[in-house]
C-alpha cells in the first residue's frame, strides 16, 4: 500500500487538477463535496493516520493539514474566479442609469472681458497687439517722457527685477514697443496684466488688466479721440451710456484728460471713472523716432477689472483672482 504522504500528494494533484476544469457554480459544488465534504476524500485518508509509524506522525499530520488548506483556498480562489464572470456581474455598467452629469467649464469672467472689448475696438480698426509683462525703464517710463525724478518710478510703486528690469506699471509700454517697430499710421490695442504694490481690498490689487489703445496718424484730434471713447461706451455698456472726459495729466500726452463714462449700476445712472486719455506728446513721438510735425497720435488707456466690475455688476476685485467656482458659475 502507497504510503500515506504518497496518497496524499496524489490526492492534492488530482483534486487541483480537476478543480482546474471546474467551468461552472454546480461543477464547483460538486468537486467540494467530492473532496471537501464530510464523506469527502480528504476525509476518508484523515483515519490513516492513526496506522502511520509514530516517528512519521508528525510529518505525515503537517502534510495532511497542508493539503487541506491548498484545497480550501484554491476552492475559493475558483470561487472567486467563477463570480468574477457570471453573466451578471460582467456588466459592470449599468447603461439604464442617468448618469453623473459633467459640469460645463466656461471662460473666465475677465477673459470674457478682454474679448468682448478688444472686439469693440477692432470693429473701429484697431488692430490687438501684445509686449512684454517684463520690462525695462525705457519701455515704461523714459521713452513716455517720465524723467529720471518722476515720482511714478518710485521703487515703493513699482516692482522692479534683477537686472534692472520691472514689471511693467501700464500698457503704455505698448505704445512705445509698436511704434519701434512700425512705420505710421497705426492704430492699435494692448491688453495685458499690469503690476503695482497694493494693498488689496476691494477695489485695489497688485496685479490688474488694462486696454491700451494708439493711433498715430497725418491728422488725429481730440475730437477723433473722443469719438472713439463715445462709440465704445455706447456699443459696450448700452446706449444710453455717455462719456466725459475731465481735464488731468500725463506724462506722455498733452493735451491729457482723465476719462468718466455714465452707465445705469442698479437702476441708477452713475459717472465711473474709467482711465486716462490724451494726444501723444511730441516727445514720446520723438523718442521712437518719429517726426512731430509730419505724424500726431492719440492714445487711452483703460481699467478692463473696472469695465468688467461695471458691466457685470461685480463689487469686490479680489472675486476675479478667488477661482471661488460659485462665483465664477455666474457669468
Ligand atoms: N498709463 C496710464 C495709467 O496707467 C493710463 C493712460 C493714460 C494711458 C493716458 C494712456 C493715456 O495711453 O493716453 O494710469
Redesign the pocket.
Known sequence: MATMLQQLEDLESSALEELSAVADDSALEAWRISYLGTKGKLRQVMPLLKDVDAAEKPAVGKRLNEVKQALESAFEKTKAGLRGVSDEEKITVDLTEPGIQMGAGRRHVLSRTIDEVTEVFARMGFTAVTGPEVEDDWHNFTALNMPEDHPARDPIDNYYVEGGLMLRS?T?TV?IRTMEKTEPPIKVTAVGRVYRPDTHDATHFSMFH?I?GLAVDRHLTLVDLKTVLFEFAKSYFGAEAEIRMRPGF?P??EP?AEVDMKMKIKDQWQWCEM????MVNPNVLRSVGYDPDQWMGY???LGIERIAMRKYGISDIRWLYENDARFLRQF
Open positions: 501700464q503704455s505704445q488694462q491700451e500725463f506722455f500726452t491729457s482711465g486716462g486719455c490724451g492714445a487711452f488707456g
